[in-house]
């Protein structure tokens, strides 16, 4: 879909590709809106789901309400007007076919925490992991986590649900995303929703949307390689096969004599791969769409290391296709540098991650853009520092004084 008429589609609220709801069914709700759920302060927040068609729905929250009339696909969408912070409120979805409540829902600050491997990483491979985790019961700090999904065309719904956050639920959620969230929630003392979607060893093309990478010239030998990529994968699919036929006759072979088997052939790239062109975006970050946020923070760019002079358009491209696709204007986009890593800085010689950090730093040229600097806080022999909690405390900064408006030092 061409991206204007995705925004368009958004404007009139239109979730994308659902399946018809059958006549008289109960009304339902996009995942986004389950159990403590948080919703953004201070804007319109749209809330939407699935209904039989030309049925009317209505939603109340606090003393908001809002009424749709779901359309011939049975997709509903109304947009209450702006809450103030507080909570825990119940949300009531009522329709024809009988109504849904949610319990726990708090009105506060919500950002979207994307990107690859180091934003995936866990609290649990952090520094200090046991004591970061033991205190981590904070009730009014509440998280989602998108499942993994590639997809050719764009998705609607996601198979997830809001938690508390608890020393039980933060050991696999998102490090820095936790630390960021944690950070805000102490300075602004408000409730605090992340959600987190990323996907480790992916590249930004791979959440920007294809129609959009069409229109940019610096991609055109990307995505001329993947459609060749694409056209050629059932052969090298049928190749791929018989290697692991022939892997596995040697991994026996081995077993009997007692020796190591050889390491497992490599799947080819293809349809399903998470570095395919739009294919995160279509499934981890269309169906989050248009759900009111106060801003994204987002940790990558190693995928994307031996491409900088691409990615000064390319990152740049990102942000401007999720701030549009989203319909919420420029809103906040934080991003964290590329820590020092000794394996990609030879001296002298090429450097990937140099230029990829300077291709990081002329994104801050983009309106409402901040940067985390993290290249003294890397580990010279790890790509994935344990040391999240201080990229978390930069990106807070970054917030807190491009967002927020708090006077105080957040760059250097």
Known sequence: MHKTGLVRALAVGVCITMAAATAGAAVTLHPLFTDHAVLQRGMRVPVWGKAAPGEEVTVQLANRKGRAVADENGDWIVRLRSLKTGGPYEMVATGDGGSITVHDVLIGEVWVCSGQSNMAWPVSRTLNAEQEIAAADLPGMHLFTVPRKTAETPQDTVEAAWGLCTPETVPDFSAAAFYFGRELHRELGVPIGLIHTSWGGTPSEAWTRLGWLAEMAEVEPLLARWDKVLAEYPQALEAYNKRVKEWQAAAEKAKAEGKSAPPKPRGPLGPSSPRRPGSLYNGMLVPLMPYAIRGAIWYQGEANAGRAYQYRTLFPAMIENWREDWGQGAFPFLFVQLANWQAVEPEPGPAPWAELREAQTMTLSLKNTGMA????????????????????????????????????????
Request: aromatic share 4%.
């Open 373 to 412: 600097v993290a290249i003294d806080i890397g580990e010279v022999e790890s790509i994935h520092p344990m040391n999240k909690q201080d990229v978390g405390k930069r990106l807070a900064l970054a917030a807190l004084a491009g967002t927020y408006g708090r006077r105080l030092p957040y760059s250097g």
